[in-house]
């Protein structure tokens, strides 16, 4: 095996340890000319040797589980682990050595369920609980199996920069976020899970990395001038240097399913990864994922949020397709929350109330082919030939409650009766229903953009940012401040709501229609062809 | 039909005529407030009417073909016609409005020959004969006849600025130069090729619009920043208002078949053309020539230069793939050249001689999923699913000639023997052959690389830029001026030279090859799977 190639059945960036107790550090460092790792306490320097691609390794017995280093580069240049799987002392930190293969699991009886019935609630790991950790998550389980659902999507974990962020800052993807709990915890989580028959999605990020933190460029060249994103330079995926950083991905994907038993990644905002190569990245990551379930015996599903209406991304590879099992429409969420009286503003405008949602029951796509005015453009295709399962839908999400600049929830802005259909709508529907934390109680609490960096000047860049972005808003007020704590805190659940009224009946029409649609085969059989719709644009009504 | 479709029995962009007369004129400006066209001699304003989609147009009698106009954008500003079929006075004078139905075919009888059957012959028009004009080369088609060849590939003819360019600078892709003859002339040619046998294979530009007279820009969103290319912001083929450039060039591609006869499109760098939508252009455009063929009963192929090693473009679109019919293997050349003694410099050091010739011979692609140095990453795909009729090779062309300081043919680099060897390499390969304009005769003359920009700081920039490109192979003389007549004078063919020696010799080998090439099965039925290669590194020997 070259450098190059991924190993299904272990990681081998970073440092890792054999059976014997071993490490085997690996490091893709293109751009330097001399690498080391550095243990400080230890006041030991281990240089690692040059090798083919601009990798660097070593063998070493002089690196234990627990210890904390930095990859010093040319002599001078410190810096955490790229593949770093703990940082107990934030993005700017150390990284600490740590044996995955430790953990003891007991959840060898598992197996994944099939794609077609999960039932997705989506969590925000520091907002979800008091305490915003993996183990308060674990006291919510019963609660969960309780409620219906069939499997959490933890929205993601990789290392960021303070302690209070949606997730989509991070900027080291092995490593899990040191205040939910770090590795061990997120490994004990799933195990939980899956005792309780729970799957567990992970959400991961592979289209950018965050703003602070972010050394990656000082190692290779993990970016490129040649696309543009709504972050900055595209990751590189198909420029010089690429198969690096191809491979740092693909090695981070199997990671998740290999080494903490996730059943799924939804990976985020896979339009923006800009890869023009003769194998796209996720059919890559598809291929390596397919070779380890034959080794594993396990299953595991890709789903990816995917702004492009192109069913190229679901279908399988003998089409041309990248191969992935499902992807999130956020077209159906639209012409939901627009025929549930949201003004037709943003990506609002191009829905047309029942109509649009109408035709989202029928073709999944709103636009197949036909004009957009928000884009300005000819949009999408038709997916007659893509199963039900193949499309996760819902009413809310941390998006679009988390985009408004109040971060309200469904339930601040809608009557109890709306609330209602809304949910009926996504549970009857032959797509994959997700929900969003708290919405099955109608939790009062917004869900409000956070931050907590500590650069001074991204923090008030960021501040600035949000202000700008909701100036023509001033008059509903104003834009609560991301990096405040309170806003973290007000956007926590409120877990003594569920038991008191009227969110109480809410939670028991939930459990009810997540009951219902698991018990009829018309609902629970994602059956698109016999699917029949009719509406009524003047009494806003639809009928499935 | 909406304005975005295209209709594939007429043009419907520029300024048209029904066979009553009646001009139509239709004009994509998005961005303009009013729309006329200016008719300066007849001191006529004629108003177009805005319509769907940022189109405008009008229906008039008053336009009759042979009027030369300019469109006037928000009451003041005056420019060509981006779908101009004739600039009598170059970029920056007047579009002339054409009747492209007046012209008489003669070629009722000509059917395409099959694709498998194409032996190409590359030639400029400026320089093939001296007059550099298409009636010029009208005078030598007899003697492309006699040397055995099936189809010339014509060199870009969208007008650019000046009269001396390789093509590549056009400006107005739907007009036909001036100074080679104009439309008429081009039509004219055609029709006396198909009387005579040959097919016409058209060099086309959809990746890019030249630098002098591009006023695209004033129109419509033409461009995107979304990607860059080597010739700066990338034609806005799927960003917001791509419909209206996605038709300019669809119409632009079927234009060429069905008013002008052509049998082929070679479709210049596509892996410049950056397009993410669900269906590429390049698919689009083989859908409606699809159409088109179905309608005349013609065939017509896409040929397409890419620099990806990439079956997706090649496939059939049941595969996933664009569908175009062959692609230019520039890897074939380079292997060929490093084999024959090209140092290993530039893009040239990715080859190893007749180890690469005779992966290139069996595979096609030299890199099929292997590390390239040159572009420092993977590169490529296996093609073993793909027929011999799908790649184009050459031992030189305009670009591989051109792109040298001094533009020196191969002709002035190796021993006569040396020509020899690379002429049957060519011509015994299970692909389609392609030699260019003089090589048959090893024409000693250079191909240079030449402009004639009018814009002073243009063609001083162009001026410099050469010279830097070069400034490390001073020793060996200096980079010709561009800007200078006898720069082009001197790339132009001389045509006393075959009918001496040693040049008839040379002509006589090509004529026997290519006699042999079409003579035997083995050599004519383009079957790679019974291609067996052997090679013998030390002795520079490659076994076919």
Redesign the interface.
């Known amino acids: 095996m070259n450098m190059?190639e991924t190993n299904t059945t272990a990681r081998t960036l970073g440092v890792n340890f054999n059976n014997e107790g071993t490490a085997s550090i690996v490091l893709w460092a293109p751009k330097a000319s001399s690498v080391s790792l550095l243990i400080a306490a230890k006041q030991r320097t281990i240089a690692l040797e040059k090798k083919e691609?601009g990798y660097w390794s070593v063998e070493t017995e002089e690196v234990k589980p627990g210890d904390e280093y930095v990859f010093v580069l040319d002599e001078g240049k410190e810096f955490p682990d790229p593949a770093s799987l703990s940082q107990p002392d934030g993005v700017h930190g150390s990284s600490r050595a740590v044996d995955l293969k430790s953990f003891t699991w007991t959840d060898g009886d598992w197996q994944n369920i099939d794609l077609e019935s999960y039932l997705i609630y989506e969590v925000h790991t520091g907002t979800f609980t008091g305490e915003g950790t993996f183990a308060a998550m674990e006291s919510k389980l019963d609660y969960l199996v309780d409620l219906g659902i069939t499997a959490i999507e933890i929205m993601p974990v990789a290392q960021f920069s303070g302690n209070r962020n949606w997730g989509y800052d991070g900027v080291l993807p092995f490593c899990v976020q040191n205040s939910y709990g770090g590795a061990e915890a997120l490994q004990h989580l799933v195990d939980k899970c899956h005792q309780k028959g729970l799957a567990v999605i992970l959400d991961v990020v592979f289209n950018h990395i965050g703003p602070e933190g972010n050394n990656l460029d000082n190692f290779g060249y993990y970016f490129t001038?040649?696309?543009?994103t709504p972050w900055g330079n595209a990751i590189n995926f198909?420029?010089?240097?690429?198969?690096g950083v191809r491979k740092f991905f693909r090695e981070n994907a199997l990671m998740w399913f290999r080494d903490f038993h996730i059943d799924a990644l939804r990976m985020d905002a896979v339009?923006a990864i800009?890869d023009?190569?003769?194998?796209h990245i996720l059919k890559e990551i598809k291929q390596e994922v397919d070779q380890l379930m034959r080794e594993t015996g396990r299953v595991h599903y890709l789903i990816v949020e995917l702004d492009?209406?192109?069913?190229?991304f679901i279908?399988p590879f003998?089409?041309?397709?990248y191969g992935m099992d499902a992807q999130w429409i956020d077209e159906f969420h639209h012409a939901l929350r627009v025929s549930s009286g949201q003004s037709k503003t943003g990506y609002y405008s191009d829905f047309d109330g029942v109509a649009s949602l109408a035709k989202s029951y029928e073709d999944a796509y709103v636009y197949d082919?036909t004009?957009s005015g928000h884009?300005?453009?000819?949009f999408?295709?038709k997916s007659s030939g893509n199963a039900g399962r193949q499309f996760v839908v819902f009413s809310q999400n941390h998006d679009h409650v988390g985009n408004r600049m109040l971060g309200e929830r469904s339930s601040q802005l809608v009557s109890v009766s709306m609330l209602k259909l809304m949910a009926g709508a996504v549970l009857v529907s032959p797509y994959l229903p997700l929900l969003f934390m708290g919405e099955e109680y109608a939790e009062s609490n917004p869900f409000q953009y956070f931050v907590s960096h500590t650069d001074p000047e991204l923090a008030e860049a960021v501040r600035k940012g949000r202000k700008k972005e909701f100036s023509a808003f001033h008059l509903e007020g104003e834009a609560p401040d991301p990096m405040a704590g309170e806003t973290f805190d007000h956007s926590k659940l409120q877990w003594d709501l569920p038991g008191i009224e009227p969110h109480r009946t809410m939670l028991g029409f939930y459990k009810t229609l997540i009951a219902i649609r698991k018990k009829y085969p018309a609902l629970y059989q994602l059956d698109r062809e016999n699917v029949s719709v009719g509406y009524d644009q003047s009494k806003q009504t639809i009928l499935l």
Do not use: E, T
Not at 225 to 228: A, I, N, Q, T, V
Not at 238 to 243: G, I, Q, S, T
Not at 318 to 321: A, C, K, P
């Open positions: 190059i691609y001038d040649k696309y543009h198909d420029d010089a240097w690429c198969d339009h800009k023009f190569s003769p194998v492009l209406n192109d069913i190229r279908n003998d089409q041309g397709g082919g004009f884009r300005k453009k000819m999408g295709i």
